[in-house]
T-cell receptor
């Protein structure tokens, strides 16, 4: 069935770039999303990309999409301690039915000073 | 702008007691609404979604039910809570256009069953 996979943990030093990776299986996905969850809080939408795009940049965030390999990445430039959180990747489930998402388990990003 | 409100923020309930969690959205009409549960293992499980008043789709068989009595109100209920109902419950909304617009989440309710 459809699945989204992410590595569970990532540790970086403050000021370095962070790259969080995600692989998905549903080749008919139309949108792919990145969300951030701080401890005890809800999920905050960071950015999303349409499947006909290869890249999207928004300030410190860069999303790269490799459709051939079904690989999505989120790069955070100049990572700060405030970026410490869990980052979720999600894809739409079934082309044309955008009401449901398939979620990864999240990557816990630790930023060390 | 659109906002989503979820309450209460935390809740401690005894086993066998009833439950009612409420979620409301402001600033939009005819949204799609969602209830998720996030267990300690981090994964998000979709419980229910609704595309309109009185229209509820259940994703997993469980001890919970959902209702949508008004366009921007979504309620999660249980008649008798189980220990396994503990978790972090999240409400979300997305535009009802089906165009792939992202889901937007409330702050969540932490439910502990004793």
């Amino acid at each position: 069935g459809e699945d989204v996979e992410q590595s569970l943990f990532l540790s970086v030093r403050e000021g370095d770039s962070s790259v969080i990776n995600c692989t998905y299986t549903d080749s008919s996905s139309t949108y792919l999303y990145w969300y951030k969850q701080e401890p005890g809080a809800g999920l905050q939408l960071l950015t999303y990309i349409f499947s006909n795009m290869d890249m999207k940049q928004d300030q410190r965030l860069t999303v790269l999409l490799n459709k051939k390999d079904k690989h999505l990445s989120l790069r955070i430039a100049d990572t700060q301690t405030g970026d410490s959180a869990i980052y979720f990747c999600a894809e739409t489930f079934n082309a044309g039915n955008n009401r449901k998402l398939i979620w990864g388990l999240g990557t816990s990003l630790a930023v060390n000073p | 702008s659109q906002t989503i409100h979820q309450w209460p923020a935390t809740l401690v309930q005894p086993v066998g007691s009833p439950l009612s969690l409420e979620c409301t959205v402001e600033g939009t009409s005819n949204p799609n609404l969602y209830w998720y549960r996030q267990a300690a293992g981090r994964g998000l499980q979709l419980l229910f979604y609704s595309v309109g008043i009185g229209q509820i789709s259940s994703e997993v068989p469980q001890n919970l039910s959902a209702s949508r009595p008004q366009d921007r109100q979504f309620i999660l209920s249980s008649k008798k809570l189980l220990l396994s109902d503990s978790g972090f419950y999240l409400c979300a909304w997305s535009p009802g256009t089906g165009s792939g617009e992202p889901q937007h989440f409330g702050d969540g309710t932490r439910l502990s069953i004793l």
